[in-house]
Nanobody
Framework: QVQLVESGGGLVQPGGSLRLSCAAS????????TRWYRQAPEKERELVAV????????NYADSVKGRFTISRDNFKNTLYLQMNSLKPDDTAVYYC???????????WGQGTQVTVSS
């Protein structure tokens, strides 16, 4: 059974930092395209950052470039999102996603709340 479990969310003041983690089990993490999404209240889900092993690429939404860093440890089957210089607009539920282009397997975590407020 595949599981993705996010952690690390919380309440932080503007300008602060948080590090999100997504621990995966039941899959071979290395071959999956892994993404962080977020969804703020009354807004559509937004792609934040992606690691694509097929293209050996990392990409970010313009709104987080220079502030957020996506990384992963294939041995630990864990995806990370380091978030610095946080803004109130970063407030959202953050979800991790793993997608296998070969099989179309698509897995999601349950989400972790990030609130940026003074």
């Amino acid at each position: 059974q595949v599981q993705l479990v996010e952690s690390g969310g919380g309440l932080v003041q503007p300008g602060g930092s948080l590090r999100l983690s997504c621990a995966a089990s039941g899959l071979t993490f290395a071959r999956y395209t892994t993404r962080w999404y977020r969804q703020a209240p009354e807004k559509e889900r937004e792609l934040v950052a992606v690691i694509n092993p097929r293209r050996n690429s990392i990409n970010y939404a313009d709104s987080v470039k220079g502030r957020f860093t996506i990384s992963r440890d294939n041995f630990k089957n864990t995806l990370y999102l380091q978030m610095n210089s946080l803004k109130p607009d970063d407030t959202a539920v953050y979800y991790c996603n793993a997608f296998d282009w070969a099989t179309n397997d698509d897995y999601w975590g349950q989400g972790t709340q990030v609130t940026v407020s003074s």
